[in-house]
T-cell receptor
């Protein structure tokens, strides 16, 4: 069966510090991968998605970036965090080869920028 | 791009009653409509989804209906139980075989009271 991991689970960072969040998927090959952000009490905003290694599409202009160095690894980064970057970051995967594009979410990383 | 509106933002029902959450979408090309349930501090979990070639789908106490002409879809929960209390998100996307981009509604906080 497929599983998705995210770490760290929680993170407290000062403004201006760098960020690296990691997401890995097990049990599937060539997944589509997604990064979402959820502000407190709000909906989910798609930040990036990837259909393959090195292929990243950005949905929202911001100081965040994403990379996919391996098939089942997706990384969200920032060089300098802003207060507004605080939120719940969720990674998701889907398997388009099954003829469906249902997305399944990881456990998330709760980021607080102080 | 796609815009999804969700109503109501909060919903309180008595245990055993039914709950209905409604969403409208703007892009007539959208053809995939999932519903997610998110408990406090947890990841969103897919509870049911529907594709545009189907008007209704049911899974035990949960059902979803789709009206393509009016571009709206609804989640119906019957015989509500306290464990149904959570935030529910609707979403819409276009299945392309590549990376589908889900556009989420703003969520409905459902509270089932004893």
């Amino acid at each position: 069966s497929q599983t998705i991991h995210q770490w760290p689970a929680t993170l407290v960072q000062p403004v201006g510090s760098p960020l690296s969040l990691e997401c890995t998927v097990e049990g599937t090959s060539n997944p589509n991968l997604y990064w979402y952000r959820q502000a407190a009490g709000r909906g989910l905003q798609l930040l990036f998605y990837s259909v393959g290694i090195g292929q990243i599409s950005s949905e929202v202009p911001q100081n965040l970036s994403a990379s996919r160095p391996q098939d089942r690894q997706f990384i969200l980064s920032s060089k300098k965090l802003l207060l507004s970057d605080s939120g719940f970051y969720l990674c998701a995967w889907s398997n388009p080869h099954l003829g469906t594009d249902t997305q399944y979410f990881g456990p998330g990383t709760r980021l607080t920028v102080l | 791009g796609e815009n999804v509106e969700q109503h109501p933002s909060t919903l309180s029902v008595q245990e055993g009653d039914s709950a209905v959450i409604k969403c409208t979408y703007s892009d007539s090309a959208s053809n995939y409509f999932p519903w997610y349930k998110q408990e406090l501090g947890k990841r969103p979990q897919l509870i049911i989804d529907i594709r545009s070639n189907v008007g209704e789908k049911k899974d035990q106490r949960i059902a979803v209906t789709l009206n393509k002409t009016a571009k709206h879809f609804s989640l119906h929960i019957t015989e509500t139980q306290p464990e149904d209390s959570a935030v529910y998100f609707c979403a819409a996307s276009i299945l392309t075989g590549g990376g589908n981009k889900l556009t989420f509604g703003t969520g409905t906080q459902l509270k089932v009271e004893l």
